[in-house]
């Protein structure tokens, strides 16, 4: 929960305080909708960096920390499928491998919290 804090805030502070530079560099420079955008999914990763932070003693299999969980395998689940969908157009970069890398791997870890890690709980 921690890392994904982390990961989250950095990606959701880019986007609420570089929203023009982060739309130069999908070639929308001055596109002042998709700052906006940019800046909106900033303040959405910089919200869950915080409930991320809020629920990191959380026991996963808990009635708070469940949730939480399936809600993080959600986001990386689909954000890595999304990315994944860009890998065919040959147009990849070292940044764009990078995060989707990290959204990969939060995918797996989270995937395997949610569906296999038992917690205290008898079942």
């Known amino acids: ?9 950095i990606a959701g502070m880019a986007g609420l ?3 023009a530079e982060l739309a ?18 900033g303040a959405l990763y910089l919200g869950f960096a915080m409930a ?3 629920g990191k003693g959380l026991t996963i299999g808990g009635i708070y920390g469940r ?13 890595a499928i999304a990315l ?14 990078t995060i989707l890398a990290v959204y990969m791997l939060f995918a797996v870890l989270f995937g395997y919290l949610v569906f296999f890690h038992r917690s205290g709980a008898s079942q």
Not at 26 to 39: E, H, P, S, T, Y
Not at 67 to 79: C, D, Y
Not at 84 to 97: H, M, N, R, T
């Open 1 to 9: 929960m921690t890392a994904s804090s982390l990961v989250m805030a």
């Open 17 to 19: 305080f570089m929203p």
């Open 24 to 41: 130069a560099s999908f070639g929308a420079d001055g596109n002042r909708l998709l700052q906006v955008l940019i800046q909106l999914s």
């Open 52 to 54: 991320n932070w809020m």
């Open 67 to 79: 949730p939480l969980s399936i809600a993080n395998f959600t986001h990386f689940f689909i954000g």
């Open 84 to 97: 994944l969908k860009v890998l065919p157009s040959g147009e990849i970069s070292w940044p764009f491998a």
